[in-house]
């Protein structure tokens, strides 16, 4: 016969998990400098729960074409969100964001 307390256990980390699942990943921006020859300094340190998941640079070169111009570069990657192919652009750090949590929960990327 199980006891009172080992269901009750169960019960708990069963909603922990359940919670962990729901709960999405706090995504903060830190504002950096990136020296990349002398353009595209432009960068945000993208942490998720505090642990650093990626880097990104906003695309200002002459370089650059136009329609990357403004977009915001993934430069680094870590874990989950080492994209192993080529990186993406984004329209806002927010959109990293968003990206960088869905890579995290499994949802895609």
Do not use: N
């Not at 199980?2 to 903060?28: H, K, N, Y």
């Not at 640079?57 to 329609?67: I, K, M, Q, T, Y």
């Amino acid at each position: 016969m199980v006891s009172q307390a080992l269901v009750a256990e169960r019960d708990v980390r069963s909603r922990l998990a359940a919670a962990e699942c729901i709960m999405p990943f706090d995504i903060t921006y830190d504002p950096v400098q990136v020296l990349i020859d002398g353009h595209d300094s432009e960068g945000r340190l993208i942490f998720a729960d505090e642990k650093l998941s990626a880097v990104i640079v906003r695309l200002d070169g002459e370089s650059h074409a136009p329609e990357h111009k403004g977009r915001w570069h993934l430069e680094a990657g870590f874990g989950k969100c080492d994209p192993r192919v080529a990186p993406p652009t984004f329209s806002t750090p927010e959109e990293a964001g968003a990206w960088v949590r869905r890579r995290l929960t499994g949802e895609g990327g």
